[in-house]
């Protein structure tokens, strides 16, 4: 049995708790805020723009710290799920390792990939595993679109396209803050940028063109070269000031013998499903794979957390949640924001 220590109990620590009452093999331990209704149980004050609010929870058997150290003493833990803000990552994680623990981290892994390094770094001198929560590849049309590229039914892959463009998130005061949040690029692309770096492999060169608000880059478009010269590869991402479409994302992925492609957006506050994840092969057929029953957005956090402990009980690293992989998508995040301050091309 895994026994697991969340620490931050916000929202995504609200979202993993609820993953982890449906994961086998995986018991919350403990939880760690300086929110004395939080650790009182009180968690009705939670809210998302997904799953259900939160609510009042049973804490009983449940350890419940008020500082991260204590949390970090306790011989029972041996994972800990980091759900603080992204600009205390590196050193939270840092610090489980010397304290012996696994680490799960939230995406962002960390705001600079000097700060990713470290951790991935702390994590093999522990002789410990660090996993990220990137959960777009296990959302069902992303793993869906997985499978099909990697059955090698359809060819290879030729290149795609992806969308990750949201309104100004207002709620969110440090959301633009470089040493906070990191804008945009590096709290919102990161998904695709994270998922590019899984299906094509790292990029030679990136070519952004956009905006900036400010330090950050608010709004851009993506040209990234490869060494595979026939891979055409785009991203569009960034914030729009208009708030009645919350939300978009979406893909179009091209193999040798299919198209795959979906989109889906947030228009005033109801989700609107453009285009249901759809296939086009080449004899002019039209299908729409079949996908998972339930909450896609639950379901692909129940799998995330299923992820983390199948790896730990099998002592193997995570071909999808690895810091590494993370680390590459911190990379190429900052580079393209590089790209759009610079108006030119940027190594990767």
């Known amino acids: 049995m895994i026994r697991v220590g969340i620490v931050g109990i916000g929202f995504m620590g609200w979202i993993h708790y609820l993953a982890y009452q449906k994961t086998k093999g995986v018991k919350l331990a403990a939880i760690c805020t300086r929110d004395d209704k939080k650790l009182a149980g009180d968690w009705t004050d939670i809210k998302g723009n997904f799953g259900p609010p939160g609510k009042q929870v049973d804490l009983k058997g449940i350890g419940a710290y008020a500082e991260y150290n204590q949390l970090l003493a306790d011989p029972e833990i041996d994972l800990v799920d980091l759900c603080l803000p992204p600009h205390l990552h590196a050193s939270a994680a840092i610090a489980a390792f010397k304290a012996g623990k696994h680490v799960f981290v939230e995406k962002p892994m960390?705001?600079?990939?000097?700060?990713?390094?470290?951790?991935?770094?702390?994590?093999?001198?522990?002789?410990?595993?660090?996993?990220?929560?990137?959960?777009?590849?296990?959302?069902?049309?992303?793993?869906?679109?997985?499978?099909?590229?990697?059955?090698?039914?359809?060819?290879?892959?030729?290149?795609?396209?992806?969308?990750?463009?949201?309104?100004?998130?207002?709620?969110?005061?440090?959301?633009?803050?470089?040493?906070?949040?990191?804008?945009?690029?590096?709290?919102?692309?990161?998904?695709?940028?994270?998922?590019?770096?899984?299906?094509?492999?790292?990029?030679?060169?990136?070519?952004?063109?956009?905006?900036?608000?400010?330090?950050?880059?608010?709004?851009?478009?993506?040209?990234?070269?490869?060494?595979?010269?026939?891979?055409?590869?785009?991203?569009?991402?960034?914030?729009?000031?208009?708030?009645?479409?919350?939300?978009?994302?979406?893909?179009?992925?091209?193999?040798?013998?299919?198209?795959?492609?979906?989109?889906l957006a947030v228009l005033a506050d109801k989700p609107l499903q453009i285009t249901p994840l759809t296939l086009l092969d080449s004899k002019g057929a039209v299908e729409h794979p079949a996908l998972p029953a339930g909450d896609p957005m639950l379901t692909a956090f129940e799998a995330e957390i299923k992820e983390v402990a199948t790896c730990l009980k099998n002592n193997k690293p995570s071909a999808i949640l690895g810091g590494e992989l993370a680390r590459d998508a911190i990379v190429l995040a900052l580079k393209q924001q590089e790209s759009v301050k610079k108006r030119k091309p940027v190594k990767v």
């Not at 705001?111 to 522990?126: G, H, I, P, S």
């Not at 590229?149 to 803050?177: A, C, E, N, T």
């Not at 994270?194 to 060169?205: A, K, S, V």
């Not at 905006?211 to 590869?233: C, H, I, K």
Request: proline share 5%.
């Open 110 to 263: 960390a705001l600079t990939a000097a700060d990713c390094d470290k951790m991935v770094k702390a994590a093999q001198q522990a002789g410990k595993q660090i996993f990220v929560g990137h959960v777009l590849p296990l959302l069902p049309e992303y793993a869906v679109a997985r499978k099909l590229i990697d059955s090698g039914k359809y060819g290879k892959l030729l290149g795609g396209h992806f969308q990750r463009v949201i309104s100004d998130p207002l709620w969110l005061k440090d959301f633009f803050d470089p040493n906070k949040a990191g804008g945009p690029a590096v709290d919102l692309h990161v998904h695709d940028a994270h998922f590019i770096r899984l299906l094509f492999g790292m990029p030679t060169t990136v070519t952004s063109q956009g905006r900036m608000r400010g330090e950050v880059a608010e709004y851009f478009n993506t040209q990234f070269t490869f060494s595979d010269p026939d891979l055409a590869v785009t991203a569009t991402s960034g914030i729009v000031r208009q708030q009645g479409r919350s939300f978009t994302h979406g893909f179009e992925i091209h193999l040798e013998k299919a198209t795959l492609y979906f989109n």
